[in-house]
Structures are given as C-alpha cells and as structure tokens.
C-alpha cells in the first residue's frame, strides 16, 4: 500500500509561479512512473506531467516550456515546478504512482490561477 499526499496549491495571478509536491509514504522500488494529473471543473481528469524510475519524462503540449516535473528517489518525492501559470492551469491537481500492477492516487490539491 502507497499513500500519496500532494502539498503546494494555492491561489496565485496569471504569470506566478507555484511548486507542486507528492510525498509517498515508502520508498517506491523497481520499475514505475509517478505523474501529475488535474482535473477542472467539468473537464475529465488529463495527465499534466510523468516521469519513470529511469527518469524520462513527458508532458502535455499545454504545459511545455513552463512546467517541470522531477523527483527525488531518496526522499520518496516528486515536485511539478509550474511558471507562467495561466487562468487555464485552474484546476485540482492528483498526484498518482503506477507500477504497472497497482495504480495510487493522492486526494489532491486545489490550483487557482486568478487573472
């Protein structure tokens, strides 16, 4: 069993800057990929960032060139860097570990970008 909770959300103007955190509650072994979802109201649930064990990442085309994802292996922690942040970006944003057999997910933590 893997708890995720997500910290760093809040409220911040078009063009700010906010860091996203996950921490997992154990050391997460082999091979998996740790990603960054939101979802809006109304909207479905779509991948906003993800990175692998190994290290290789990929985002959505909305977020290139402003968001970053990274993680810490040793601290059981992944981070979402989020520049330039747009009205747009407003959204829940979940935290989720997948080791393609069991898939987790934190409670989320509310973004607001105001304009």
């Known amino acids: 069993q893997v708890q995720l909770v997500e910290s760093g959300g809040g409220l911040v103007q078009a063009g700010g800057s906010l860091r996203l955190s996950c921490a997992a509650s154990r050391r997460l072994f082999g091979i998996n990929t740790m990603g960054w979802y939101r979802q809006a109201p109304g909207k479905q649930r779509e991948l906003v960032a993800a990175i692998t064990s190994g290290g290789s990442t990929n985002y959505a085309d909305s977020v290139k060139g402003r968001f970053t994802i990274s993680r810490d292996n040793g601290q059981n922690t992944m981070y979402l860097q989020m520049n330039s942040l747009k009205p747009e970006d407003t959204a829940v944003y979940y935290c989720?570990?997948?080791?393609?057999?069991?898939?987790?997910w934190g409670q989320g933590t509310q973004v607001t970008v105001s304009s």
């Open positions: 989720n570990y997948n080791n393609y057999v069991l898939d987790y």
